[in-house]
């Protein structure tokens, strides 16, 4: 009894006699269950669904060179599934261009349409197109044709709102539901004149335009020329002027 009185009472979650019999008196609440169980079971849980789950976001090319590795049926599952995603990606795949928009048709074609689809405006320089708006036009019509199921268009900036800054260029307005879901203005928050199609997936893939494990996100380079090659050679060709913008050139818009 002397070494039960010696014992510190005021934590009852401590194992010891004393709390034993406070316990079964109902003194005290019975000591909370050990969580390691349940980090462990987590744990194992985990490991199973990435076990599982492992061929996840692999394209049917990366599939094929596994097979030596993986079970034949197992394997077979996840080409059916690729296949089927392939399938209605290109059911969906009804645009494949960039449209440029008029202020008049505006609703219509951007805001309507954001019902049915991810709706992406470029809004490009209203002043001889700077260094900037240039990069993103390429960009643009890159994503336009790899990725069908979404809508993009283009609209000089000052056609859209009357004297908008020019320095605000590109501004990128992105629809879902008739909604603007996103806005960037310039490309200081992606990579600036280095912008190239992976930033923008990545903002899509943010967003929820574009699926994590989508098949095209694998595509590399199908144009056989790596981003900053292409940036690099967008940036030579467009002139500039001795204060840094470009000199004016006619738009597509005139």
Not at 32 to 45: D, K, R, V
Not at 129 to 139: C, P, Q
Not at 167 to 175: A, Q
């Amino acid at each position: 009894m002397d070494q039960m009185m010696n014992v510190p009472v005021d934590d009852p979650n401590a194992d010891t006699e004393w709390n034993d019999i406070l316990r079964k008196h109902g003194v005290i609440p019975e000591k909370p269950p050990s969580p390691t169980p349940m980090i462990e079971e987590a744990l194992n849980e985990a490991r199973r669904l990435a076990h599982d789950n492992r061929l996840e976001g692999k394209d049917l090319e990366e599939l094929d060179e596994l097979e030596d590795d993986e079970d034949e049926a197992f394997l077979d599952s996840y080409r059916q599934k690729r296949m089927g995603e392939l399938a209605s990606i290109q059911t969906a795949s009804v645009y494949n261009q960039v449209y440029p928009v008029q202020k008049p048709e505006y609703a219509q074609q951007v805001t309507e349409q954001s019902k049915k689809a991810w709706v992406l405006v470029l809004l490009t320089s209203s002043s001889g197109m700077n260094t900037e708006s240039r990069v993103l036009i390429e960009v643009w019509r890159r994503l336009a044709v790899k990725y069908g199921d979404i809508k993009f268009c283009e609209m000089q900036a000052d056609l859209c709102i009357e004297g908008y800054p020019d320095k605000n260029t590109p501004t990128v307005l992105i629809y879902r539901d008739e909604q603007i879901r996103r806005q960037i203005v310039t490309l200081k928050e992606l990579s600036g004149p280095k912008t190239g199609v992976e930033d923008m997936e990545q903002v899509l893939v943010g967003l929820g335009a574009l699926k994590h494990g989508d098949p095209r996100l694998k595509r590399k380079d199908e144009e056989g020329l790596g981003g900053e090659e292409r940036q690099s050679s967008i940036r030579q060709s467009a002139p500039r002027k001795a204060g840094g913008e470009d000199d004016g050139e006619d738009s597509d818009w005139d």
